[in-house]
T-cell receptor, first 111, second 113 residues
Framework: SAVISQKPSRDICQRGTSLTIQCQVD?????MFWYRQQPGQSLTLIAT?????????ESGFVIDKFPISRPNLTFSTLTVSNMSPEDSSIYLC????????FGPGTRLLVL | DAKTTQPPSMDCAEGRAANLPCNHS???????VYWYRQIHSQGPQYIIH???NNETNEMASLIITEDRKSSTLILPHATLRDTAVYYC??????????????FGKGTKLTVNP
């Protein structure tokens, strides 16, 4: 298994600003994922982030809006850019080992 | 990607077995069935997975039908802490060759005292 932490755990932001979410893992992993969970909804994959290569984005998500960094095998960041109230969600990172393990999530409210 | 169908909600009495069904009639031969749960305000937690044989671990049992078109997750002695949304997922492949999990709406299980 893996121990995953996310920072911040929650935040309230003004529209038009950007927020960077950090994901830290206690072991080296090749593949990390970023998901979004809108209020009352299920999880939706935003992108897959492999160390040493550009992130692969799912349909409906673009790099300009959700830039991702993956500088090493234990860390990744997701930035939510030019936020609007529709970006209010829980953002979760996960890592792929024998299965996927999820972080606790970052709860974002955009006013 | 194979899709899954689950009842939106179920109730179970504390101490009784909770049996959560899942239909995945379009599952491919090399796709696994995974179960996760999400307790309110937490990240999803892995429970169990299987290909075609029944599986059991310390958390639950997974029963997969012989034709693999459906499965049942069994929590043998449900407790109040098992109240959560349970997701049945058939593992798919994302662009770039990486694995991804496609979450449906899941089943909201409420364990009652």
């Amino acid at each position: 298994s893996a121990v995953i932490s996310q920072k911040p755990s929650r935040d309230i932001c003004q529209r038009g600003t950007s927020l960077t979410i950090q994901c830290q893992v206690d072991s080296q992993v090749t593949m990390m994922f970023w998901y979004r969970q809108q209020p009352g909804q299920s999880l939706t994959l935003i992108a897959t982030a492999n160390q040493g290569s550009e992130a692969t984005y799912e349909s409906g998500f673009v790099i300009d809006k959700f830039p991702i960094s993956r500088p090493n095998l234990t860390f990744s960041t997701l930035t939510v850019s030019n936020m609007s109230p529709e970006d209010s969600s829980i953002y979760l990172c996960s890592v792929a080992l024998e299965t996927q393990y999820f972080g606790p999530g970052t709860r974002l409210l955009v006013l | 990607d194979a899709k899954t169908t689950q009842p939106p909600s179920m109730d179970c009495a504390e101490g009784r077995a909770a049996n959560l069904p899942c239909n995945h009639s379009t599952i491919s031969g090399n796709e696994y069935v995974y179960w996760y749960r999400q307790i309110h305000s937490q990240g999803p937690q892995y429970i169990i997975h299987g290909l075609k044989n029944n599986e059991t671990n310390e958390m639950a049992s997974l029963i997969i039908t012989e034709d693999r078109k459906s499965s049942t997750l069994i929590l043998p002695h449900a407790t109040l802490r098992d109240t959560a949304v349970y997701y049945c997922i058939v593992r798919a492949r994302a662009r770039g060759g990486s694995e991804k999990l496609v979450f449906g709406k899941g089943t909201k299980l409420t364990v009652n005292p």
